[in-house]
């Protein structure tokens, strides 16, 4: 305990799962008198188990460290992090009455080069897909949340060759805007606006593009994406002239060149949210979703039906309460991986302890899991998963032109690098029997 302009401050350690491994994090609470009521806590320093809190002089807050769990910077060696004051906290809905002491941000206290990673670029997104090519390019996408890309689906790629250096910031990704939402023919643009309107005047999500992916099939480059009303709702079947044209929903374009430099066309609209497209036996573009079953894209840009549902394997899920979502959702996904030839589950889940009533994203960690597939059939059984790649949920991996794997992730917690924008952070991985172990890697590589 330690007291601060008349407000006392109660510090306590605790051995949580928040990064999918145990990890020894400290907490902090507030309150005007010694005997409490103490407010809710939040996290202070990540990985910072049993410390000291001091002042350091001139209005300067540290904390000591000493590294006691497998996912620190260091085990067993004495540090001082210092602390900044203030009242936000990642995630914290219920407002924050006093000012509390954390580690800032750009402070590393977790293993790996976290601190070598630098923004791809300075373009607000999440919710990334990458996709490489034979062009010798890595494409991605996903969720932009940039203004100057307000009713635009964008693109990004970068060279693979130059994989390490762009993602320690020495090359910026080249971008493009590859559609106006005003060009999707299925799209009643101007009522989309018109009714899109939040309560408070501001447009909201209506000018996003949400959820984007990239593929290459058939020779030409497809996307998928996603376009929501300002509430936050999908509303697939929202419209306002019987079914003709919709304000909302899920859509599919292409580039009429083969290249990401188009034209780019409106293609249709996808049957459901986050639509993967792939190829399949007899060259059909398909997309699969267990409540939906196998459906293809048919060329006057609609989807059909190819497999129902009770057609598809019984997937066998990882046992013991994995969070995981049977119908396809980005929560969780089963599917074959190019990589290691060979079916894997994919899980993007929030770990870490709640905080009283609050929910658990504040001071929780946005990680991903991964297992394959035991019989190496689609149907599994799947194990619980091996392993978590902290600050990965909603990301992807890829490898790059000299054998290396990489994951990217865009910050969707208070205890990664940053919030809302690409980076990309290199792999380890190991087999094990039918197991592949990945993790974050010790060093960048050079």
């Not at 002042?55 to 540290?62: E, K, L, P, R, T």
């Not at 020495?170 to 018109?194: C, G, Q, S, T």
């Not at 399949?280 to 459906?295: C, K, L, P, S, Y």
């Amino acid at each position: 305990m330690f007291k601060r302009n008349k407000i006392y401050y109660l510090v306590a350690a605790e051995w949580t799962s928040r990064t999918g491994w145990p990890v020894s994090d400290n907490y902090v609470a507030a309150a005007e008198n010694i005997y409490g009521p103490y407010d809710c806590r939040h996290l202070m320093v990540a990985h910072g188990g049993e410390t000291t809190v001091f002042a350091g002089g001139q209005g300067n807050w540290f904390a000591t460290m000493v590294g006691e769990d497998a996912r620190a910077k260091f085990r067993q060696r004495a540090a001082v992090v210092p602390l900044a004051w203030g009242k936000q906290d990642l995630y914290f809905t219920r407002g924050v009455k006093f000012e509390f002491p954390s580690k800032p941000q750009h402070v590393i206290t977790e293993r790996g080069p976290w601190d070598q990673c630098r923004p791809l670029t300075d373009d607000v997104i999440r919710d990334v897909e990458v996709m490489t090519h034979t062009d010798g390019y890595v494409y991605y996408t996903g969720t932009c949340y940039s203004d100057e890309f307000e009713d635009q689906v964008v693109l990004w790629r970068f060279k693979i060759a130059d994989t390490a250096k762009v993602g320690r910031g020495a090359m910026p990704a080249e971008r493009k805007a590859v559609i106006h939402f005003k060009d999707l023919h299925w799209l009643d643009y101007e009522n989309r606006l018109k009714h899109g309107k939040s309560k408070r005047g501001g447009y909201g999500l209506t000018r996003r593009c949400m959820d984007a992916d990239v593929f290459f099939l058939k020779g030409t480059f497809y996307m998928t994406f996603n376009l929501y009303n300002v509430d936050g709702e999908l509303r697939q079947h929202g419209t306002l002239d019987g079914g003709r044209t919709f304000t909302a929903g899920s859509g599919v374009i292409r580039s009429k060149s083969g290249t990401w430099d188009g034209p780019w066309e409106s293609v249709g609209r996808a049957p459901y949210a986050h639509c993967q497209l792939r190829e399949d036996e007899q060259g059909r573009i398909v997309t699969q979703r267990g409540w939906r079953g196998v459906m293809y894209l048919k060329p006057d840009g609609t989807f059909d039906v190819l497999k129902k549902t009770e057609d598809l394997p019984v997937i066998q899920y990882p046992p013991q309460g994995m969070a995981f979502c049977d119908d396809g959702t980005p929560f969780a996904q089963v599917g074959f991986c190019d990589w290691f030839k060979a079916f894997q589950w994919t899980s993007t889940e929030w770990n870490g302890p709640a905080s009283l009533h609050i929910e658990s994203r504040a001071g929780g960690t946005y990680d991903r899991s991964f297992a394959w597939s035991e019989s190496g059939r689609e149907e599994g059984p799947y194990p619980r998963c091996p392993n978590t790649l902290p600050h990965c949920g909603g990301a992807a991996y890829f490898r790059d032109d000299k054998g290396r794997y990489w994951s990217t992730f865009f910050g969707n917690d208070s205890t990664g690098p940053w919030f809302e924008l690409m980076g990309i952070i290199p792999l380890k991985v190991r087999q094990q029997g039918r197991q592949y172990l990945v993790d974050i890697a010790d060093e960048w590589p050079k």
